[in-house]
């Protein structure tokens, strides 16, 4: 082997992962490369993996590289996207309607952001059909977003002057010394993460009234390029109402507003306060059930939503009442492993419905309404079969609780039962954002919820949970969005100062995912976004609280009501 020195070369090579390698002068944006293979992906191209780091398609090849597509198909390839759309909506809505404030409220399950407006009353159609063709029009002229980083005091005072206060206490915390922002002409703004190099990207997008203000629609993953029709969802659309209602009762509805209270001392009162509110809507529920003399009690909710903390919390504002549900454990019906559906991939699917014996579950009810004896059974989860389980007789009057992900499914109990059951939907619904522009997703707060708890209880690095998220995400988008509203209630779980709860514990987790791993890059988004929040003393919070269930200490976790 002869090894020489030579001049580098004038051209650079850059690897995909299907094995061929593509060809460019040096310093070429990742972006033109791509344009050669666009036609070969399954969705349009709106950033870049170079050697397993996420980029956007600006960024220069200047040294040979490994290079995947981030197609709008995936996870970081979907937020890219939408983070952008809601770049051009604020522009478009800052040329029209300059004296009046967008704020970016929460995500909607058909795929969209529900938006408010301040400082005027709600939009009139004609006036939202202009926000759509000025929107129209920007993209068709392909504006640039133009990248920069500025020093974090100027970056204070340009958002003062436009009296963003959301904004300037969130800064005022940051710990680096630069904020990156993006342009689009003379506009400038703060957007959490990367965007796509223009506008023209932005084809795809829609703006509906909906009750209160209106709904920038966008494509959902499995269907790109395609608007879903929006359907109703007011129950929801409720719960983060009343959400907020409680934010602005704690005086915090930002992440800098619940940064400013800690370091103010005020991090007892907001526990206390957020707690109380917790378990006043939790009577309320117990309350509702009551009056309805409901038998049956459904509870579902995704996965870190908090329901088994919840669930007990509900069960104990019922004992309250003199009276006493007895859980009836879904898990224990499922049906022997060697009978589990499969999913497209022939692979066993655990969270389809017929998972579970339903012809079993309906006898048993059926029998344990009536007054009957009943032989429970038990799944060995080990052996992945149903076995012999306890003997049980409900007494008179009293009701069965039924926790799981298919609580709400109509297909689970019979329809002569449907009547007369309640059900309660539990979810993380957070409504704390960043800033008015930068939503905080209630996925990203159940994950990190997850990771703690997974670490805890399971022993599972950050790497593992993170590697089965996509799957638990699936899941729940097939068999458990679609029912929310048939709940009678919503319980949101969230709890505004959860996440400076968490990130002490969550932090190191999310450091040791190595970077060579697949899951190095949502762990590092997960780092960035953490990075906001002031740390709040775990200390400080109740035993039985819903965030106990993730940090530890619950006094729940061996709650059980007396069978006797």
């Not at 957020?274 to 009551?290: G, P, R």
């Not at 109990?413 to 954002?433: M, P």
């Not at 996509?470 to 996440?499: T, W």
């Amino acid at each position: 082997m002869v090894i020489k020195i030579i001049q580098p070369s004038q051209l650079v090579e850059l690897h995909l992962p299907d094995g061929r390698a593509l060809s460019g002068p040096r310093g070429t944006q990742v972006g033109e490369f791509f344009k050669q293979v666009k036609d070969d992906f399954s969705a349009p191209i709106v950033a870049a993996i170079i050697n397993n780091e996420l980029h956007e398609l600006t960024y220069p090849i200047d040294f040979e590289a490994t290079a995947e597509p981030v197609t709008m198909d995936t996870a970081d390839g979907a937020r890219i996207y939408r983070r952008s759309l809601v770049f051009l909506l604020e522009l478009a809505f800052t040329d029209l309607f300059p004296k009046s404030k967008l704020t970016i409220d929460h995500s909607v399950s058909s795929g969209g952001f529900y938006c408010q407006v301040t400082g005027r009353g709600e939009l009139f159609t004609g006036e939202l059909g202009e926000l759509k063709d000025h929107m129209q029009k920007l993209v068709e002229e392909d504006w640039l977003f133009e990248r920069k980083q500025i020093p974090i005091q100027d970056a204070i005072e340009y958002f003062r002057r436009l009296g963003y206060d959301d904004k300037v206490r969130l800064f005022s915390h940051r710990q680096k010394t630069y904020l990156t922002v993006y342009s689009l002409g003379q506009y400038m703004d703060y957007l959490h993460g990367y965007m796509v190099p223009s506008t023209g990207y932005l084809r795809w997008f829609d703006l509906k009234p909906t009750k209160g203000g209106f709904t920038l629609q966008f494509p959902r993953r499995h269907a790109p390029t395609q608007l879903e029709p929006m359907g109703d969802y007011p129950k929801l659309l409720n719960t983060f109402r009343q959400y907020g209602d409680w934010l602005k009762r704690l005086d915090i509805d930002n992440v800098g507003a619940l940064n400013d209270a800690i370091k103010s001392g005020r991090a007892d009162e907001i526990v206390l306060v957020s707690e109380a509110l917790h378990e006043q809507h939790i009577a309320d529920i117990a309350q509702q059930i009551v009056q309805k003399n409901s038998r049956i009690i459904l509870i579902a909710g995704p996965s870190s939503s908090g329901k088994t903390t919840s669930s007990r919390r509900l069960a104990i504002q019922l004992l309250a009442r003199g009276i006493s549900p007895f859980p009836l454990e879904l898990d224990n019906y499922f049906v022997n492993r060697d009978k589990t559906p499969i999913d497209e991939s022939g692979k066993p699917d655990f969270e389809r419905l017929e998972t579970l014996d339903l012809v079993r579950i309906e006898e048993d009810i059926e029998k344990l309404l009536a007054g009957e004896k009943v032989q429970l059974p038990r799944f060995n989860f080990k052996a992945g079969m149903r076995e012999v389980g306890d003997v049980i007789q409900l007494k008179d009057g009293q009701p069965l609780i039924l926790e799981g992900i298919h609580g709400l499914n109509p297909k689970l109990i019979a329809d002569r039962w449907a009547g007369s059951a309640f059900r309660v939907y539990v979810s993380a619904l957070t409504q704390l954002n960043l800033d008015r522009h930068n939503r905080v997703s209630t996925t990203d707060t159940r994950l990190i919820r997850r990771i703690v708890r997974d670490a805890r209880e399971r022993g599972y690095s950050a790497t593992q949970t993170i590697g089965v998220w996509e799957s638990v995400r699936r899941g729940e988008k097939r068999h458990i969005f679609p029912y929310q509203e048939n709940a009678d209630v919503m319980f949101n779980s969230a709890l505004v100062y959860e996440l400076a709860a968490l990130k002490p514990l969550a932090e190191p987790l999310l450091r040791q995912v190595q970077h060579r791993s697949p899951e190095f890059i949502e762990a590092r988004r997960l780092l960035a976004f953490l990075d906001w929040f002031l740390p709040l003393d775990a200390s400080l919070i109740p035993a039985n609280s819903i965030v106990r269930e993730f940090l530890g200490g619950s006094s729940l976790k061996d709650f059980k009501i007396w069978r006797g």
